[in-house]
């Protein structure tokens, strides 16, 4: 059975840190490229970062570069997201995301977890 699933979200004060985690199981990690999506009330799924096979190349939306890194550890099939100096824009749900690197039709979701930046 597939899973993912994220935790570490929660309420922070702007200028604070999250870091987000999403176990994954059931599925070959490593053969997966991993994302970090987010979606604020009202708008639509935004791509926030990605990470490549062993870590190496990643990616950013403009709007969280140098502020959120994203890492992987494959050993323990985990995916994260530091978030630094957060902003209330940064509010929303954070979603955790599997796509297999050779097979785009593959893809897993996970459920979820609430990001809320707000004094």
């Known amino acids: 059975q597939v899973q993912l699933v994220e935790s570490g979200g929660g309420l922070v004060q702007p200028g604070g840190s999250l870091r987000l985690s999403c176990a994954a199981s059931g599925f070959a990690f490593s053969m997966f490229t991993m994302s970090w999506y987010r979606q604020a009330p009202g708008k639509e799924r935004e791509l926030v970062a990605t990470i490549i096979g062993g870590g190496g190349n990643t990616n950013y939306a403009d709007s969280v570069k140098g502020r959120f890194t994203i890492s992987r550890d494959n050993a323990k099939n985990t995916l994260y997201l530091q978030m630094n100096n957060l902003e209330p824009e940064d509010t929303a749900v954070y979603y955790c995301?599997?796509?297999?690197?050779?097979?785009?039709?593959?893809?897993?979701w996970g459920q979820g977890t609430q990001v809320t930046v707000s004094s």
């Open positions: 995301y599997a796509e297999h690197i050779w097979f785009s039709g593959t893809y897993y």
